[in-house]
C-alpha cells in the first residue's frame, strides 16, 4: 500500500475492539495488520515489521507488556499501549518499557488516530545534531515520553477527556514554574512512590 501514511500493528483480544481500530485506523490512511493474541502479533511483526505497533495490555497468554519487550529487543519497534487499566504499577511498566504513548480506554478512534500520527511523526523527525544530543542527555526525551502517560493517568484518575487532562497538566505545570515535562515527571514519579509496597 504505497500511498498509506505507514504500517502499523494493533493487537487486542476484544475483537470488536480490534475491529473498530483496524477499521478507524484504515480509513486514517495507515496500513493496519492486526492480531487478537500475543503469539501472532510477535509473528506478524517479525514477518510485516510495521513501523509501529498499539498494544492492549492484559490479553489471555501473552501480555501487551510481553508483546512490548519482545519487539523492543528483538525488531527495534517502537509501541504505544492501549489499555483500560492506569493503575500505579502498570504506569511504571509503561514507564519501564519505554512506550511512545499510553492511552487509556475508553477511547474513541478520533482521539487514537492523532496519536499515532503524532508518534509516527515523532519518528520521522530527525534526530539533533550528535554534540545537542550529548549536552541534554538522553533524558530530555525520556521526559518528553512521560508527557503522554502523564496525561493518562490523570484520564483516569479524574475521568477528564485527553484535552482536559492535558489542559490541567498545563496549568499546574504553568502554576508552579516548570516545563510540561518536568511536571509529567513529578506526577509519574508521585504515582510510582506510591506503588511502593507499604505505602497504600
Known amino acids: 500500500m504505497s500511498g498509506s501514511k505507514g504500517k502499523i500493528l494493533v493487537v487486542d483480544d476484544d475483537r470488536l475492539v480490534l475491529a ?7 480509513q486514517a490512511g495507515f496500513e493496519v495488520i492486526d492480531a487478537d493474541n500475543g503469539d ?22 501473552m501480555s501487551g507488556f ?10 527495534q519497534i517502537p509501541f504505544m499501549f492501549l ?3 492506569a493503575d500505579e504499577q502498570t504506569v511504571a511498566k ?3 518499557l519505554g512506550a511512545v504513548a499510553y492511552l487509556v480506554k475508553p477511547l474513541d478512534i478520533q482521539q487514537i488516530v492523532p496519536a499515532v500520527e503524532a508518534a509516527f511523526a515523532n519518528r520521522r523527525a530527525p534526530p539533533p545534531p550528535l554534540p545537542a544530543r550529548e ?37 499546574s505545570a504553568e502554576d508552579e514554574g516548570r516545563s510540561l515535562a518536568e511536571q509529567a515527571q ?5 504515582v510510582e512512590l506510591l506503588a511502593q509496597p507499604g505505602r497504600l
Do not use: C, N, W
Not at 510481553?66 to 525488531?75: F, I, K, P, T
Not at 513529578?186 to 508521585?190: G, Q
Open 20 to 26: 473498530t481500530l483496524s477499521y478507524g485506523l484504515s
Open 40 to 61: 501472532d502479533a510477535i509473528l506478524l511483526a517479525r514477518e510485516h515489521r510495521p513501523e509501529l505497533a498499539l498494544l492492549d495490555i492484559r490479553m489471555e497468554g
Open 66 to 75: 510481553d508483546v512490548a519487550a519482545y519487539l523492543r529487543e528483538y525488531l
Open 83 to 85: 489499555s483500560a487499566f
Open 94 to 96: 509503561v514507564k519501564e
Open 135 to 171: 549536552a541534554i542527555g538522553a533524558g530530555a526525551t525520556v521526559l518528553q515520553q512521560l508527557v503522554p502517560m502523564a496525561v493518562g493517568v490523570l484520564m483516569h484518575r479524574y475521568s477528564l477527556s485527553r484535552s482536559e487532562a492535558l489542559q490541567r497538566l498545563q496549568q
Open 186 to 190: 513529578r506526577l509519574v514519579e508521585a
